[in-house]
């Protein structure tokens, strides 16, 4: 069974930073892209960034709003993926989900992990 | 530009059939999308990718009551039999390269 689990969310000021993680399990994560997607209160889905599987150059992407602020990074030997979050903004609450992709799209979820930006 | 639009609400009756859309943006006719549901207060599930010629593959567990189809640059997904369960809010996703991309989502109503 594939699972996706979420960690590390909270409430932070803003200009902190903060640094979530996904621990995955039932499927070869070496071989899998993985994304990161958030969900501000009572609005629709956002992509944040991904990051490629070794085999096709482990960089990252990464949506112009958190771009030079957040970095996706993996570890493969454990099965996690991470979410960096600097310079922090009351608009980056939201909550953050990972998600595992085939071929694009995102096929796996996990359940999401709150983080909410407040002084 | 890569944009998906999708209408922000519909609804139907208990067992009834539904058919939600969702549009690429102009340029970008073939490609595929996925759908994802989102229940009330859950996280989203993967329900399936379409592809440009109509074809679908739905994803893990996802009953066969949920099917996909497409039409030029329109990717729909319908729902029979709808349940009270399928009350949700249901997005649709595509993706290049380098970018990934949600439509702005619609909350379906069975009534």
């Known amino acids: 069974e594939v699972q996706l689990v979420e960690s590390g969310g909270g409430l932070v000021q803003p200009g902190r930073s903060l640094r979530l993680s996904c621990t995955t399990s039932?499927?070869?994560?070496?071989?899998?892209?993985m994304s990161w997607v958030r969900q501000a209160p009572g609005k629709g889905m956002q992509w944040v960034g991904f990051i490629r599987h070794k085999a096709d150059g482990g960089t990252a992407e990464y949506a112009a709003s958190v771009k030079g602020r957040f970095t996706v990074s993996r570890d493969d030997s454990e099965s996690v993926a991470y979410l960096q979050m600097n310079s922090l903004k009351t608009e980056d609450t939201a909550v953050y989900y990972c998600t595992k992709e085939d071929a694009g799209n995102s096929d796996y979820w996990g359940q999401g992990t709150l983080v909410t930006v407040s002084s | 530009q890569l944009v998906l639009t999708q209408s922000p609400s519909a609804s139907a009756s208990l067992g009834a059939s539904v058919k939600l859309t969702c549009t690429l943006s102009?340029?970008?006719?073939?490609?595929?999308i996925a759908w994802h549901q989102q229940q009330p207060e859950k996280g989203p599930r993967y329900l399936m990718r379409v592809n440009s010629d109509g074809s679908h593959s739905r994803g893990d567990g996802i009953p066969d009551r949920f099917s996909g189809s497409s039409s030029g640059s329109e990717r729909y997904l319908t729902i029979s039999s709808l349940q009270s369960e399928d009350e949700a809010d249901y997005f649709c996703q595509t993706w290049d390269t380098d970018i990934r991309v949600f439509g702005g989502g619609t909350k379906l109503t069975v009534l």
């Open positions: 102009s340029g970008h006719s073939s490609r595929p």
């Open positions: 039932g499927f070869t994560f070496g071989t899998s892209a």
